[in-house]
């Protein structure tokens, strides 16, 4: 007697650091229930798209992916189950499965605990195909119901880097962005069941965490008041005090909701790092009122220098966008002057997108062309790269701790890891994954750090 074929899955992530922690939890729900990676998308009998929405390009490159899928499932006999998830989800949940049928099971990002009992349902019709009686249509799961999937094993891809998340949605109205429309209002995890997960991590071999949400430093605002700790200051100071735990993390932080506590909890834990995640969208203050980002350039670069004088050397990286609607030369150019006062450490850049939904996409009138747009994003990426260079040439010379990640792709024989600021460092050494070793640097790029190990 032969035993079955595991069922195999294959996972396809798009977008942002949540939604890569979000297929963590979806291939560990997976192999827990005994099914195991497919070697390639058509060979699988699952294959689950995460997707996101926060701008345009991750969108067509899922309807591609849901195009080419079609194909697949088509030759397998409809034996295939396809499963969409994600911001996306949320964003189309009126029309995503009248316009790909061929998808069996579309769930928000609130309810991936409940995938594997949707994958069941949806397979459980024999070829696959996933029609359930009574719900032809898949399974939204989405509603407003949503619960964090922490009780998911997790399947990371790094043994000694661990994401954590810490919230969910958010209460900000910035006038660019879907997520408060497709991740709901934001609600905060218990703070002794982060606790928990962190020390179960640590327990595991786990040095570094980056504690995750869409706004999460304004953690614990909603938890109740009574007497427990609960604000993110506290947090950092909890996580920082658990044996094991090396380096913390996070991202992404509001400007807004950078209180002192905060600062002072940086300034003081030794495991918090001495980099931070600073999203500034733009330099100029009529277009950060119109993004309703809630500070102006005065007081982002307040809290910028605040944050300097309590962590001397730290290290900024930002989210900017450029060629927000109505934004003019001289506002773009506000944007390039700013980057060059806080000299950040490196930036992801992004020319605006519209999002249907949002109060932003209704400004139609003051887009700006496309062309326009491409020349300021080139423009902007020319700057942050000389600057990124100029900030990571402090380096040279010194010793930066380095935490060990595995071999570089190149040059051959050289390991690769990072810095406490959060650089890719590449040297030469001899160390296994995970160790955190001393390494001399040797010269820097806007984007890496050279080096080579030093050995006492
Ligand atoms: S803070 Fe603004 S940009 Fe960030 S997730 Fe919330 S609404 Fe979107």
Not at 93 to 102: H, Q, S, V
Not at 246 to 264: E, K, L, N
Not at 271 to 299: D, F, I, N, W
Not at 307 to 315: E, K, T, V
Request: glycine share 8%; hydrophobic share 40%; aromatic share 6%.
């Amino acid at each position: 007697m032969t035993t079955p074929d595991p069922q195999s899955y294959h996972v396809l992530t798009f977008g942002c650091q949540m939604n890569a922690h979000d297929s963590e939890r979806i291939t560990g729900m997976l192999e827990q229930r005994g099914m195991v990676p497919a070697a390639d998308q058509a060979d699988a009998d699952v294959v689950v798209f995460n997707t996101c929405t926060i701008r345009e390009k991750p969108d067509q490159k899922l309807y591609d992916q849901l195009q080419r899928v079609k194909g697949t499932k088509r030759r397998r006999g409809g034996n295939q189950v396809i499963a969409v998830g994600g911001c996306l989800v949320e964003a189309h949940r009126d029309n995503l499965l009248a316009e790909f049928p061929w998808v069996d099971v579309a769930f928000g990002p609130g309810r991936i605990r409940d995938l594997g009992n949707y994958l069941e349902l949806a397979d459980g019709e024999g070829a696959g195909v996933g029609h359930v009686p009574g719900e032809s249509e898949g399974f939204y799961g989405i509603a407003d119901e949503r619960s964090f999937a922490s009780e998911l094993p997790t399947r990371r891809d790094r043994p000694h880097q661990a994401w954590v998340q810490i919230s969910m949605g958010c209460n900000m109205k910035c006038s660019y962005c879907i997520v408060p429309a497709v991740r709901g209002k934001e609600v905060s995890r218990p703070f002794a069941e982060i606790v928990e997960e962190v020390e179960r991590l640590a327990a595991d071999g786990v040095r570094e965490v980056t504690l995750l949400g869409q706004n999460v430093n304004s953690y614990g605002n909603h938890l109740p008041r009574d007497g427990s700790p609960r604000t993110f200051a506290e947090l950092l100071r909890a996580v920082d005090a658990i044996e094991g735990i090396d380096r913390i993390r996070y991202t992404s932080p509001h400007p807004a909701h950078m209180q002192g506590d905060v600062i002072a909890a940086m300034a003081e834990c030794a495991a918090v790092m001495p980099q931070l995640h600073l999203p500034m969208q733009a330099g100029s203050t009529r277009v950060l009122k119109a993004m309703r980002r809630t500070y102006s350039r005065e007081r982002f670069v307040d809290l910028a220098a605040k944050i300097r004088a309590a962590i001397p050397d730290i290290s900024y990286s930002t989210d900017i966008i450029v060629g927000f609607p109505g934004e003019t030369e001289a506002e773009f150019l506000e944007t390039v002057s700013l980057c060059e006062e806080i000299r950040f450490d490196g930036a992801f850049t992004f020319i605006y997108s519209a999002r249907t939904g949002t109060e932003a996409a209704a400004m139609e009138a003051d887009f700006i062309p496309p062309a326009e747009q491409q020349r300021r994003l080139e423009h902007l990426i020319d700057v942050v790269r000389g600057i990124a260079e100029e900030r990571h040439t402090r380096h040279v010379g010194q010793v930066q701790e380095v935490l060990v990640e595995g071999a570089a792709r190149r040059p051959a024989h050289h390991l690769r890891g990072r810095s406490p600021h959060n650089v890719k460092v590449v040297f030469e050494g001899d160390a296994p994954e995970g160790a955190i070793v001393p390494v001399r640097i040797v010269h820097a790029t806007s984007e890496t750090l050279l080096g080579r190990q030093v050995t006492t």
